[in-house]
C-alpha cells in the first residue's frame, strides 16, 4: 500500500492564481481531512470528508473548496490565491471502525504564494 | 470547542536522559482520544502513541508512555533513553468520540521542538 499520497510536494503561486492539491489513499478510509499547518504552528483542520459525495468545513475553510466524488481521492482547490495560504498542506485519512482511531498523514505539500 | 495547549514551544535533553513534554486540553466531554504526534524535519506526521480517556492506564510504547491525569486535563509525553533520533517537533492531539459533529477531527496543539544533544 502507497498509504496517503499527495502532489505536487511543492509549489509557488502568484497572488490571483488557482490550483488544485491532490490527495489520495489506498487503505479503503472513510473518513479523510484537509490540515494547513502554518510555520511554527500546529495543524488546522480546513475540510473534511466522512465519504463519497460528503464533506464539510473545519476550522479554517475560506478560500478553498473540496469534492469528494471517490472513497480514494479528495482534491483541494485553490481559488484566488493569496499570501495568507503560504502553508504546509496536509492530507489525512482513518477508517471509522477501527479502533485505534488514527490518522494517516501524507508527506504534505509546501505551497508558497507571492 | 476543544482547545489544546503546549506550554513549551522548545525543550533541550541530553543523549540517553529523560524528557517530559507537557500538554493540557479544554473540553467538557467525558469521553475522548489523546495523541501525541512526531514531525521531523522530513515533515511526516508520524504517531507516537495514543491514550483513551475511559482507560485509566497510562500507555506506554517502548521508550515512550504518557502522564494522562484526566481531573487536571492533563497530557505529558516522557521520552526515556532520548536518542538523537528524537528530535522533532512533538504535537498533542485531541479527537472527540462524537462522529456525527467533529467528523473524527483532531484538535492540535502549537507543538515542542524537541533537541536531543550528543
Known amino acids: 500500500n502507497a498509504g496517503v499520497t499527495q502532489t505536487p510536494k511543492f509549489r509557488i503561486l502568484k497572488i490571483g492564481q488557482s490550483m488544485t492539491l491532490q490527495c489520495a489513499q489506498d487503505m479503503n478510509h472513510n473518513y479523510m481531512y484537509w490540515y494547513r499547518q502554518d510555520p511554527g504552528m500546529g495543524l488546522k483542520l480546513i475540510y473534511y470528508?466522512?465519504?463519497?459525495?460528503?464533506?464539510d468545513k473545519g476550522e479554517v475553510p475560506n478560500g478553498y473548496n473540496v469534492s469528494r466524488s471517490t472513497t480514494e481521492d479528495f482534491p483541494l482547490r485553490l481559488e484566488l490565491a493569496a499570501p495568507s495560504q503560504t502553508s504546509v498542506y496536509f492530507c489525512?485519512?482513518?477508517?471509522?471502525?477501527?479502533?485505534?482511531?488514527?490518522?494517516?498523514f501524507g508527506p504534505g505539500t509546501r505551497l508558497t504564494v507571492t | 470547542a476543544q482547545t489544546v495547549t503546549q506550554s513549551q514551544p522548545e525543550m533541550s535533553v541530553q543523549e540517553a536522559e529523560t524528557v517530559t513534554l507537557s500538554c493540557t486540553y479544554d473540553t467538557s466531554e467525558s469521553d475522548y482520544y489523546l495523541f501525541w504526534y512526531k514531525q521531523p524535519p522530513s515533515r511526516q506526521m508520524i504517531l507516537v502513541i495514543r491514550q483513551e480517556a475511559y482507560k485509566q492506564q497510562n500507555a506506554t510504547e517502548n521508550r515512550f508512555s504518557v502522564n494522562f491525569q484526566k481531573a487536571a486535563k492533563s497530557f505529558s509525553l516522557k521520552i526515556s533513553d532520548s536518542q538523537l533520533g528524537d528530535a522533532a517537533m512533538y504535537f498533542c492531539?485531541?479527537?472527540?468520540?462524537?462522529?456525527?459533529?467533529?467528523?473524527?477531527?483532531?484538535?492540535f496543539g502549537e507543538g515542542t521542538q524537541l533537541t536531543v544533544n550528543p
Open positions: 492531539a485531541y479527537r472527540s468520540p462524537r462522529e456525527e459533529t467533529s467528523g473524527s477531527r483532531l484538535t
Open positions: 470528508s466522512v465519504g463519497a459525495g460528503i464533506t
Open positions: 489525512a485519512s482513518s477508517y471509522l471502525a477501527a479502533i485505534s482511531y488514527e490518522q494517516y
